[in-house]
């Protein structure tokens, strides 16, 4: 039995969900998050807007909620040429992954959050990651995380479990889970706070958030926002 847990938390649509569903299935959850020389530090504030409007609006989640690391992984700028940490244009690189992928970032952000969950003693790793609206980063995969599941626990003798609820879900169906897990005042919650936009764009509101609209991963929001209403009618 899992009684707790260690959210890797971006601050995006995506891991606030499974935050959310941390907080409805542990009772103790903590939150980590990767200050990596973003572009936009839009995201690590929207990290802080969410933890505090969920704690305010979610009176049976705050007490879970527990302590929120951030980590300085400013060396991943040393080692990769992205457009998520650099000023240049996004485009597709002729290995067929889009420019903002940094090889092996996942695998980064998994080993330091499984050490950090063996000092608190959490038991579950919690991350957003995604097949299904695949952009094709490998590090994201269903195999990559049950081989990191069984290296982390080997590596750390300690019996970690990664879980991943998004694993399977299009952008439409997370919207859906949001609303199973928190109605309506989670949507709006995540509609209003969480940040997804890679430009950083905060001055455009959309009926699915913030953002500028044009992007890959506004897209991806959007889209999945259009289908989740109009399903839901
Ligand atoms: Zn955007």
Redesign the pocket.
Known sequence: MHTSALVLFSGGQDSATCLAQALARYPRVETVGFDYGQRHRVELDARQTVLRELRAQFPDWAPRLGQDHVLDLAVLGQVSETSLTRETAFAMTESGLPNTFVPGRNLLFMTLAAALAYRRDLQVLVTGVCETDFSGYPDCRDDTMKALQLALSLGMDRRFLIDTPLMWLDKAQTWSLAHTLGGDALVALIVEHSH????G?RRHRHAWGY?????P??ELRARGWARWRGEAK
Not at 196 to 199: S, V
Not at 211 to 215: E, H, P, R, V
């Open positions: 997804t936009c890679y430009l764009d953002g500028c609209g044009t992007c991963a506004c």
